[in-house]
């Protein structure tokens, strides 16, 4: 018998459906080797690069354990409380990457490379013990990644040469797990190690750390304010979310002709990473300079 055309429709949905959530289920399949790892790390530079923060941010959930993955491994008792302070754990990934991101220019000439790191157990410190296991913990990898920004250097008139290049380097700890590493610790510390570490809570009472914009928009001064040569510059008081964009804007000082229109720019602003708070991101307040171009 044949199906009319709304079974096919269902059908379908429902088969796409299952390949989406398969999707899900293993976003990113790599090697177990160093090339596999740098695959998938430079997928989150990729789309810092392009100012995809959403994809960024997809990205980084592939570094991340199952939930599930707690109880399965160290049981009812320990897997929870494991669980949450590994959820702390990466979101301390996750902030210092971005903080890494932050002075890298997404139109300049950066790089990010990445290398497994060999390192000897018996330089090692150890902090709390490794909790007790119910199945195999895969073998724990440790890897390099250097941040960097290459830029052209020249030699001008008088001889002098211009240009700057600097790098980075951060070292975090790795499994490979269902056809994906995922983050495992900071340093070369499994995340059973930093247990009882985190920030003092006095830090709740701290204003949120400094960020930077990473997108700015600039507003085109009218000929009219040319004209009357006007000051070009107007501070602004933006309330910045979590995510780092703008929640609202207000003027502080500047001509009144130029302060709409520098509103409208700040608005569209965006802070990457965005402000943080005892290591996470927080809502908060900064002070700008909204500068107007001439055309």
């Keep these: 018998m044949a199906l009319r055309p709304a079974a096919v429709l269902v059908a379908a949905f429902f088969l796409f459906s299952l390949t989406a959530l398969s999707q899900q289920a293993n976003p990113v399949l790599v ?154 610790g900071p340093g070369t510390q499994p995340f059973w190690e930093t247990l009882g570490t985190q920030t003092d809570e006095n830090c709740l009472d701290s204003a949120p750390a400094p960020a930077i914009v990473s997108r700015r928009a600039f507003p085109v001064l009218s000929k009219e304010a040319i004209r009357l040569q006007v000051r070009r510059t107007v501070r602004v008081k933006v309330r910045v979310a979590a995510d780092g964009l703008i929640k609202d804007a207000e003027p502080i000082e500047g001509d009144p002709m130029l302060i709409r229109a520098a509103l409208e720019a700040a608005r569209v602003w965006r802070y990457f990473p965005p402000l943080s708070k005892c290591g996470q991101p927080a809502e908060g307040i900064a002070y700008e300079t909204v500068a107007f171009l001439v055309q």
Excluded: C
């Design 31 to 184: 090697k177990d080797d160093p090339g596999g790892f740098s695959r998938q790390y430079k997928r989150i530079f990729d789309y810092y690069k392009k100012e995809n923060y959403f994809a960024m941010t997809a990205a980084f959930q592939t570094f991340k354990l199952p939930p599930e993955w707690f109880v399965e491994t160290f049981g009812p008792a320990s897997g929870p409380k494991l669980q949450l302070h590994y959820e702390y754990e990466f979101s301390l990934f996750v902030t210092a990457t971005e903080k890494l991101y932050g002075p890298l220019n997404t139109v300049g000439v950066n790089f990010v490379e990445t290398r497994r790191h060999k390192f000897e157990p018996k330089k090692f410190v150890a902090g709390n013990p490794p909790p007790l296991a119910l199945k195999t913990v895969p073998p724990i990898q440790f890897f390099d990644v250097d941040y960097g920004s290459n830029q052209k250097f020249e030699t001008n008139p008088s001889g002098l040469v211009t240009g700057q290049s600097w790098s980075n380097k951060s070292t975090g700890t790795f499994v490979y797990l269902d056809g994906a590493f995922r983050f495992f």
